[in-house]
C-alpha cells in the first residue's frame, strides 16, 4: 500500500487548516476583526496603472485570503465588519473614504 501525492497533500491541507476547527468562537470573532483591519489596511496599497484611471488595490488580496484562512463564515463576517466600520466612520475604503 503506497502513499500517493494526493493523500500527502490531504494530510498537509488537514494538518494546516485544523486549527481552524479548533478555536473557540470567541478566538473566530477576533480573528475575523483582525481581519476585517488588515482588509481597511490592504484597502490603502494602491498601485497605480498608467493604461487605467482604476488603480490595483491590495483589498482584493486581503478578502481572498481572509476567506481561505478563516472559512466562508468567518472570512464573511471579516467583510461584514469591514463594511460596518467604514459606514460608521472609519476611513480606510479605497482611496480613504468612509459611509
Known amino acids: 500500500m503506497s502513499v ?11 494538518n494546516l487548516f485544523k486549527w481552524r476547527c479548533e478555536a473557540s468562537l470567541i478566538h473566530k470573532i477576533i480573528l475575523a476583526f483582525a481581519m476585517a483591519c488588515f482588509t481597511g489596511i490592504a484597502a490603502q496599497v494602491r498601485i497605480p496603472l498608467p493604461w487605467t484611471p482604476v488603480p ?3 483589498q482584493t488580496f486581503a478578502v481572498l485570503l481572509s476567506g481561505v484562512l478563516l472559512g466562508g463564515w468567518y472570512g464573511g463576517l471579516s467583510q461584514v465588519f469591514y ?7 472609519v476611513p480606510w475604503f479605497s482611496g480613504g473614504g468612509s459611509g
Open 4 to 14: 500517493t501525492v494526493l493523500d500527502k497533500y490531504k494530510d498537509v491541507r488537514y
Open 56 to 58: 490595483i488595490s491590495a
Open 83 to 89: 463594511i460596518g466600520a467604514g459606514i460608521a466612520g
